[in-house]
Structure formats: C-alpha cells, structure tokens
C-alpha cells in the first residue's frame, strides 16, 4: 500500500512541474500552408510570452539586459540574435516599421550613413532558430513574410529573398504565417506617399540589376520556384498577369534581348509589346541600355526601371489591370 500511495505522488509532483518559458521553447511545429513537395514542413517556433508584459515590465528587463530603449536597442538585440529581446521590444510597443527598420539596418550610434545589412544578415542567420525564433515573434505580432524591408539599393522582402535564395526549409518556414502574398515588395514603413501597385511576379523580372543580388538568371530561377509552390499568377497568353507581362517586355526588347529563357515566357505571356512614351524609338533604347556602355548603360536602365514601376505599373492599376489599354495609350514620361 506504501509504495501505491509513493507512486501517486510521485506523478502528482511530476505534473505539477511548470513548463519551461516561451521564451526557450523553439520546439513544436505548425502546420504550413500550401504543398511542401512531401517534405517536413519547417518547425515553427511557440508564441514568445515575454511580448505580452506590460510595457513597464518589458523596459524594465531590457534595461536589466543592457538594452538601450531605443530603435538602437531593437537592432542590437536583431544582431545578436536575442529572440527574447526582441519580444521584450514588441511588448514595449515598437510596431510593424520598427520591426522592418530592425531587420534592415544595423546599429547605428554614431549617426553615420547607414548601410542595410540585407541579404547577408538573412543570408548569413537563415537556419540559425535564434533568428527564425525573432521572426516569428514578429510575424505574431503584426509583421509579415512580404512586409517591404530595404536591402542594398532598393525595397524588398524576405518571402522575395527566399525565393532568390531557394533554400526549401526556410520557404516552408515562411509559409507558415499569413501574408499577402501576391503585391509586389515595396512602399517602405508603410509610406502614404508611395503608391504599391504591381505583383511579385512582375517585380522579380523588374528587380534584376536594380538590387546587386539580383540579375536575370536569378529572377527565372526564383520565378520557377514560385511556380513550382503554386503561387505565381496565371499564365495564359494575352489573358496573364499584366505585372509579369509589362515587365517581361522590358527584359525581352531592353534588358535582356538574347535570353532564350526570357523570350520562351514573354511568348507564353501572349508576346506582348514594350509600353514606352509615344514617340519612343525601341531600338534605340535598346542600344542606350546595352552594357557595353557603360555608366550610360546603367543610367539609362535605371530610367527605363523607374518608368516601368512609376509609370507603367500605375497605369494598368489606373486601367483596372488592362495592359493593352496601358500599350494604346501609354503613360508620360
């Protein structure tokens, strides 16, 4: 009877065990939206209770952690890959543009020009579970896999990045939080003065040589990848999406006028002309974007890219998504 009563307690003392904190825990697994290809789908890692204090309790252990209570304090504890940091600063209050200012930017005390540190802190830090335990705490508090972070020279995402990269476990992690994921990166901190029109599909083909890790090899490779998950927009010739379309044209007649891979999807697309400002000669355009030139090569694509995501794309949001009415009357220059 002695040792009937001594095991029931031992059990009753082994439940009452509290569980370790949120804050430690990277076990357990979500289920990820979408095909895995019969993969395991990436763990996600638990909610982190520490975002849940109140304000004053959160700046009260940063502050015991050496933390400044500052946009400083959030990108250190970012670099140093501190997952409950981070939670500290969401409870605190830092909101969806702190956080893309977090994972863009490193510290900066000494106020000098600031210089992202994407791709190569997503790059470098992609498989690390401190890291992936950061972003989902910010994806559980209002962040996204599309939200617009800045990367060398230009906005992007980390679903785009992930794309570019093509590491299959890191994408499935993604996929496993809510997102948008059919508007194209852009728009930094939610600015009211930028508008955001155009798909991701469009993007990748308008993003090579813009963003230095990015070229045209990358674009189709990143493209197939988003096809392959089932979430590229539709192909089906002069009925495709008019984003991918636009920027395709570009890359046929301008950018990359040899590229066997880029002329078979342009044809897929339903082959459709470049939109340009009357009186634009394509040929000579072309020969101002040749990289045989140059510094004049590269100005004149920078124009040419800004014209397509400016004007182009504005212009078949305008027209309701139609790309032959943007082609019979294109936007101004």
């Known amino acids: 009877m002695k040792k009937l009563v001594s095991a029931v307690l ?6 009452a065990v509290p569980a370790c904190s949120a804050g430690d825990d990277t076990g357990g697994s979500n289920s990820v939206s979408g095909e895995t290809g019969g993969k395991t789908a990436a763990k996600t890692p638990k909610e982190n209770k520490l975002a849940e ?3 004053a309790d959160a700046r009260q ?26 939670a500290l600063f969401v409870a605190l209050g830092f909101d969806v543009n702190a956080m893309a ?8 005390r000494a106020g000098a020009y600031e210089e992202s540190k994407l791709p190569g802190h997503l790059e470098a830090n992609l498989a690390d579970p401190a890291y992936r335990a950061i972003l989902a705490t910010l994806f559980q508090n209002g962040f996204s896999p599309m939200e617009p972070v800045r990367a060398e020279a230009s906005t992007t995402s980390l679903f785009a990045e992930s794309l570019r990269i093509g590491d299959d476990d890191f994408i499935s992690f993604l996929r496993g939080f809510d997102a948008d994921w059919v508007t194209k990166p852009g728009c930094y901190q939610h600015n009211p003065r930028c508008r955001n029109e155009g798909t991701l599909d469009g993007w990748l083909f308008y993003i090579p040589d813009r963003e230095p890790s990015w070229d045209v090899d990358t674009a189709l490779a990143a493209y197939a990848r988003l096809t392959d998950l089932g979430m590229a927009q539709p192909v089906a010739g002069e009925d495709s999406d008019p984003y991918l379309m636009a920027s395709l044209a570009f890359q046929k ?16 697309v339903g082959s459709p002309r470049i939109i340009l400002p009357y009186g634009t000669d394509v040929e000579e355009e072309a020969k101002w974007a040749d990289p045989e030139r140059a510094m004049a090569a590269s100005g004149a694509r920078s124009r040419q890219r800004k014209y397509l995501l400016d004007k182009v794309f504005n212009c078949i949001a305008d027209n309701g998504d139609d790309y032959w009415g943007c082609l019979e009357s294109p936007p101004a220059k």
């Open 53 to 55: 204090l109140s304000p």
């Open 10 to 15: 031992a059990a009753l003392m082994l439940a």
């Open 253 to 268: 007649f301008l950018w990359a006028r040899d590229n066997a891979e880029i002329d078979a999807l342009w044809q897929q």
């Open 101 to 108: 200012d977090a994972l863009s930017y490193p510290v900066n």
């Open 61 to 86: 252990q940063l502050m015991e952690r050496g933390y400044t209570l500052d946009q400083n304090g959030f990108r250190e504890a970012v670099d140093f890959l501190d997952p409950d940091a981070v």
